[in-house]
Nanobody, 112 residues
Framework: QVQLVQSGGGLVQPGGSLRLSCAVS????????IGWFRRAPGKGREGVAC????????PYADSVKGRFTISRDNAKNTVYLQMNSLTPEDTAVYYC?????WGQGTQVTVSS
């Protein structure tokens, strides 16, 4: 059974940082690309970042370049999204995805 369990969201002030985690079970991260998406209120799903299994070129959405970093710890079978310099426009539900499976979603709210 494949499970992706997310954690790390919450409320943060503009300019702050958060790190999202996605603990994966039932899938070996050694062999799969990983990704983070988000859905802001009233908007469609947006790809945030993705990383191949070989950790090659990592495409980021223009809106998060230089502020967000995707990473993986294959030993822990966990995927991360480090988010810095957050703005209210980053408010959204964030989802991790691996091998066609999705996490449950984590709310990130950026507000003063």
């Amino acid at each position: 059974q494949v499970q992706l369990v997310q954690s790390g969201g919450g409320l943060v002030q503009p300019g702050g940082s958060l790190r999202l985690s996605c603990a994966v079970s039932g899938v070996n991260l050694d062999y799969w690309a990983i990704g983070w998406f988000r859905r802001a209120p009233g908007k469609g799903r947006e790809g945030v970042a993705c990383m191949s299994s070989s950790e090659g070129t990592i495409p980021y959405a223009d809106s998060v370049k230089g502020r967000f970093t995707i990473s993986r710890d294959n030993a822990k079978n966990t995927v991360y999204l480090q988010m810095n310099s957050l703005t209210p426009e980053d408010t959204a539900v964030y989802y991790c995805t691996v091998a066609g499976y999705w996490g449950q979603g984590t709310q990130v709210t950026v507000s003063s």
